[in-house]
Structure formats: C-alpha cells, structure tokens
C-alpha cells in the first residue's frame, strides 16, 4: 500500500505563498495520480486539486486561478504552490492517493497522509 508524506504547511499573511510536497512512499509503481484536499474546522474535507502521472490536471473552482500542482513522476512526489492565499484557506491539508482512473475521476482516494496544518492570518 502507499502512504503519502506531506511537507510544507507553515504560517503566513494573507497574499503570500506556500508550497506543499508529497512523497508516495511504499508501492509507487500502484500509483495512478495524487491530489490535496483541506479540511477547516468544523467543515467537511473537500477537493483541492489533483494530477494523474500522465499529466490530467484537476482543480476546485476555489483555487483553480491561485493554486498549481505539478509532479515529478521520478520522486513519486507531487507538489502544491499556493499563491495570493487568503484567510478563507486556512485548513489542514491532506494529500490523497489514487490507485486507478476511477478513483481520480471520482476525487477518491484509497489512502491518505497524516495532513499539514496551512494558516493564513489576515
């Protein structure tokens, strides 16, 4: 099984960046794609963005303008840069996996990292 390591979550002011890392570690080979979901407080996880190894990028309307994730297929490690971020993305961010097309189509993953605490302070 796969176990993603995320890296990166800190504290910043709002309109600044962070970038967030992944590794797949474990059967990489399994992989299909990797994608961020956040969850605030109080509120449900919800989709960020993800990317297949072959390149199909997907993101949430929310972020789609100020988010971009890349990959490096030879590291097993995707990452996020989140530009011009905002108090509304406070969350702690959690990086998912996905084994197959069906679950990337679908937003789910079949495992998930431990999570990264992201603050935004207005």
């Known amino acids: 099984q796969v176990q993603p390591v995320e890296s990166g979550g800190g504290l910043v002011q709002a309109g600044g960046s962070l970038r967030l890392s992944c590794e797949a570690s474990?059967?990489?080979?399994?992989?299909?794609?990797m994608g961020w979901f956040r969850q605030a407080p109080g509120k449900e996880r919800e989709f960020v963005a993800s990317?297949?190894?072959?390149?199909?990028?997907d993101y949430s309307n929310s972020v789609k303008d100020r988010f971009t994730i890349s990959k490096d297929n030879g590291k097993s490690t995707v990452y996020l840069q989140m530009n011009n971020l905002k108090p509304e993305d406070t969350a702690v961010y959690y990086c998912?996996?996905?084994?197959?097309?069906?679950?990337?189509?679908?937003?789910?993953?079949?495992?998930w990292g431990q999570g990264t605490q992201v603050t935004v302070s207005s």
């Open positions: 990317i297949s190894w072959g390149g199909l990028i």
């Open positions: 998912g996996h996905y084994s197959d097309l069906g679950r990337w189509a679908g937003r789910r993953p079949d495992s």
């Open positions: 474990g059967r990489s080979f399994s992989t299909y794609g």
